[in-house]
């Protein structure tokens, strides 16, 4: 019998191409582990007006562990009219399964490490002075995962009891006159225990891994109240890790700062929204989503997962091309989360020599336009690039 279970869950596009390449290298690795399939996404949707069903939530309660390749999502009126005509004018409303297994299961934690791999020709690099200089970048972005603009507390024609509870509000007379059917409104909520957990986890894992600075980067000059609730928060806990700087910077600057300093940051934590943008800011310097991991962490469960979408329109290509390196250490990231830190060193170690070498590269490390035709121009398959990181265990 497998020593674990793991929800395997592919979902939509690529992600059924890059889920199974990421579970050869942990065979090849000797990660001792039985598979079983779940249920999620598009498809799911389209046929039974649930793309999370009950079935797969079922699963990830027994064992407690996922792996997750990717989901297509859609605005409501696309994905209304795609529904099954079965299954239409039923109530029936979209909503992201991948957010709704977050929320579901109360995985808060998020956290995405956008590293740099020498090697790597889609590594940032700076001008210094004639010539040109790398940076390191090694940064990790601790992003709460279940609040904020992702909660999902939104309307467009706020009922009228919501709209008179808004409208207590001083700044919303300037709304008064706006017919209901033409307002959009979307919460962003803060919960001072979400703010804790998600500072908390930051701090802990700068001290784990000797990282000398946390960053709260949020806007806490113009959203007062959520924003400057998560900034309160990290100051109170910094008062606890004496020998970790906390920095702080506004979302808008720190884009900014990407690419002037960007070895400067260490850890960095932010809420939902500003998360997402700054996890995807950090992973252009360093190679893109093609290298771009994550996890999801609650309590008691954990889903790991790259941060690239569905890119439905690789998912036919035969052979494949897409860069199947981001799920392969979204596994390495699942494998630290059990213990089997010596087995996620030795793959990690792996990905590096491969991208090292230089021999085998996807087209996105090519700076290919992503069409069948790169093979034959030297692009290397999704199977070539996980038989050459197999290769190197």
């Known amino acids: 019998m497998a020593k674990r279970t793991i929800v395997n869950m592919p979902g939509d596009g690529i992600g059924k191409t890059v889920l199974p390449e990421a579970i050869r290298v942990?065979?090849?690795?000797?990660?001792?582990?039985?598979?079983?399939?779940?249920?999620?996404?598009?498809?799911?949707?389209?046929n039974e007006g649930n793309a999370l069903p009950q079935r797969?939530?079922?699963?990830?309660?027994?064992?407690?562990?996922?792996?997750?390749?990717?989901?297509?999502?859609?605005?409501?009126?696309?994905?209304?009219?795609?529904?099954?005509?079965?299954?239409?004018?039923?109530?029936?409303?979209?909503?992201?399964?991948?957010?709704?297994?977050r929320q579901h299961f109360d995985l808060d934690i998020c956290i995405r490490p956008c590293r740099a791999f020498a090697g790597n020709p889609l590594n940032f690099i700076r001008r210094d002075g004639d010539g040109f200089v790398e940076p390191p970048v090694d940064s990790v972005i601790f992003r709460q995962n279940t609040e904020g603009l992702y909660g999902g507390v939104e309307w467009t024609d706020p009922p009228a009891e919501v709209r008179a509870a808004l409208e207590t509000h001083p700044k919303?007379?300037?709304?008064?006159?706006?017919?209901?059917?033409?307002?959009?409104?979307?919460?962003?909520?803060?919960?001072?225990r979400a703010c804790r957990r998600i500072c908390r986890a930051a701090f802990d894992y700068a001290?784990?891994?000797?990282?000398?600075?946390?960053?709260?980067?949020?806007?806490?000059?113009?959203?007062?109240?959520?924003?400057?609730?998560?900034?309160?928060e990290a100051k109170t806990i910094a008062k606890d890790f004496p020998e970790i700087a906390?920095?702080?910077?506004?979302?808008?600057?720190?884009?900014?700062w990407l690419t002037k300093n960007p070895e400067d940051y260490g850890v960095l934590i932010a809420g939902n929204m500003f998360g997402d943008i700054?996890?995807?800011?950090?992973?252009?310097l360093v190679g893109g989503l093609g290298f771009a991991c994550s996890a999801n962490i609650g309590d008691e469960l954990a889903v790991f997962e790259p941060t690239h979408g569905s890119a439905p329109k690789y998912e036919t290509l035969s052979p494949s091309i897409v860069?199947?390196?981001?799920?392969?250490?979204?596994?390495?990231?699942?494998?630290?989360?059990?213990?089997?830190?010596?087995?996620?060193?030795?793959?990690?170690d792996a990905v590096a020599a491969v991208i090292a070498e230089g021999k085998v590269r996807c087209y996105d490390m090519k700076r290919m336009t992503g069409r069948q035709e790169v093979i034959s121009q030297g692009a290397a398959t999704t199977q070539q690039m996980t038989d050459a990181i197999i290769g190197k265990l």
Request: charged share 25%; proline share 3%.
């Open 207 to 232: 001290k784990k891994f000797g990282y000398k600075s946390v960053t709260v980067c949020e806007k806490p000059n113009v959203i007062r109240e959520t924003s400057g609730m998560m900034r309160a």
């Open 56 to 101: 797969t939530i079922d699963l990830l309660a027994e064992y407690k562990i996922g792996l997750f390749g990717a989901i297509t999502s859609k605005p409501k009126d696309q994905a209304a009219e795609e529904l099954s005509p079965a299954l239409r004018d039923k109530g029936l409303v979209y909503s992201s399964p991948i957010v709704g297994l």
């Open 246 to 256: 906390l920095w702080e910077t506004n979302i808008d600057a720190q884009m900014m």
């Open 278 to 284: 700054i996890s995807d800011g950090f992973a252009g």
């Open 172 to 192: 919303m007379a300037r709304f008064k006159e706006c017919a209901g059917e033409d307002l959009a409104v979307s919460t962003r909520i803060f919960t001072r």
């Open 26 to 46: 942990l065979d090849a690795v000797g990660f001792d582990a039985e598979y079983v399939h779940a249920d999620i996404g598009w498809e799911f949707w389209i």
């Open 323 to 348: 860069n199947p390196i981001a799920m392969i250490l979204s596994a390495c990231m699942m494998l630290d989360h059990l213990g089997e830190t010596d087995k996620s060193k030795r793959i990690r």
